[in-house]
């Protein structure tokens, strides 16, 4: 297209505050003159593009307010959520902070990916143990991203009704395809449990099969996040279907103390760290998160000005006591199953 063009293009899409529009059009002026070997002007104007984060764009889907929902029960079959948490708000292992810092430098420099004829990684397994850091670490994705999340629900996805679920799995992806989100598939081995499970009716096999082929056509410009708790349940043709997949683990010695440290970090506290670096070995982050609560609600009811290493203590001792039941509870079910 002639340059002329192009810019009456920019010009309109600014006119109608398309800001979906207007970056298009940006992105095709940056490749013709890159393709005329202007590269200092194609560079800059990427740099400036890219430097602009489009605060309303996502808001402005006009379909936000009609979430789709499941025919039988009328329930929202969606939810949508702002999120608020960032990178400060998390601790994470090197190689998850190293995968999760390329995923956002990808997708927001995406479109000089674009004219490369490349595109960022946009489909994501997290998989690991409940309490890991799953749901934390897609909010603080969306944050960093500043798209709001469609989270699925998956209790009103599965539906009793034979055909059902796969129309419902049919509406949310059609219904993401007209927005920019984080597309997050919570509990995601409810729907991705092994095709080969001979426990499981030929509903399932249709269900995952309709997935898989709504995943490899889901084309828009959303990251697809799917959570599970138990990756050793989903089907192999699921997972390549990943663009990436990020293995979520309990905290190691350093992990903990710096949890300790974040989740205190309102408080003034004299926490001797490194006795429970060891002790604590074993709790997931979110044990460790509801411990620190505690010891910090207790502060407070004690009128104490500091988290002393006492109160941690008798917290720390009150989580293990019931981690220790639940435990029990939990052994002594499967024992009577
Ligand atoms: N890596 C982490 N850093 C900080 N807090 C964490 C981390 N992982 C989990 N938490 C806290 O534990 C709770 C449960 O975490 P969540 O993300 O829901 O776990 P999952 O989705 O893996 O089951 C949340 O309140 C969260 O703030
Ligand atoms: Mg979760």
């Known amino acids: 297209m002639a340059t002329g063009d192009l810019i009456r ?16 059009v940006a992105h095709k002026i940056i490749v013709e003159e890159r ?37 039988e029960s009328g329930v929202s079959l969606v939810d949508i959520k702002e999120s608020t948490k960032s990178m400060r708000d998390i601790v994470l292992d090197e190689n998850l902070n190293t995968q999760i810092e390329l995923i956002i430098k990808e997708y927001r420099y995406r479109e000089r990916l674009y004219s490369y004829g490349l595109s960022p990684k946009r489909k994501l397994l997290f998989a690991g143990l409940p309490g890991t850091g799953k749901t934390l670490l897609c909010e603080v994705l969306a944050t960093e991203l500043n798209l709001p999340i469609l989270y699925t629900r998956f209790d009103s996805v599965v539906s009793s009704y034979l055909g059902e679920t796969a129309a419902n799995l049919r509406k949310i992806f059609d219904f993401a395809s007209k927005g920019k989100w984080i597309v997050f598939f919570d509990e995601f081995d409810a729907i991705g449990k092994s095709r080969e499970d001979q426990y499981e009716h030929g509903e399932l096999k249709r269900v995952v099969n309709t997935f898989l082929q709504l995943l490899d056509n889901f084309e828009s410009e959303s990251l697809f996040v799917a959570a599970t708790n138990h990756e050793n349940l989903l089907d192999r043709a699921l997972w390549r279907r990943f663009d990436d997949i990020l293995f979520f683990s309990l905290p190691d010695k350093n992990a903990i103390i710096s949890l300790i440290k974040l989740k205190l970090r309102n408080l003034p506290h004299s926490v001797e760290y490194k006795k429970y670096a060891s002790e604590l070995s074993g709790w997931s982050q979110s044990d460790i998160e509801l411990a620190c609560i505690d010891a910090v609600k207790r502060s407070i009811l004690e009128d104490s000005d500091e988290v002393t290493d006492t109160i941690f203590e008798s917290a720390v001792r009150y989580h293990q006591r019931r981690m220790e039941v639940i435990a029990k509870t939990v052994s002594n079910q499967q024992t009577d199953e």
């Open 35 to 71: 393709n005329k070997n202007h590269n200092l002007l194609a560079r800059d104007l990427e740099r400036i593009i890219e430097q602009s984060t489009p605060k309303t764009l996502h808001r402005a889907s006009p379909n936000w307010q009609k979430l789709p929902t499941d025919r």
């Open 9 to 24: 293009e920019l010009f309109s899409s600014y006119k109608q505050g398309d800001d979906e529009q207007f970056r298009a």
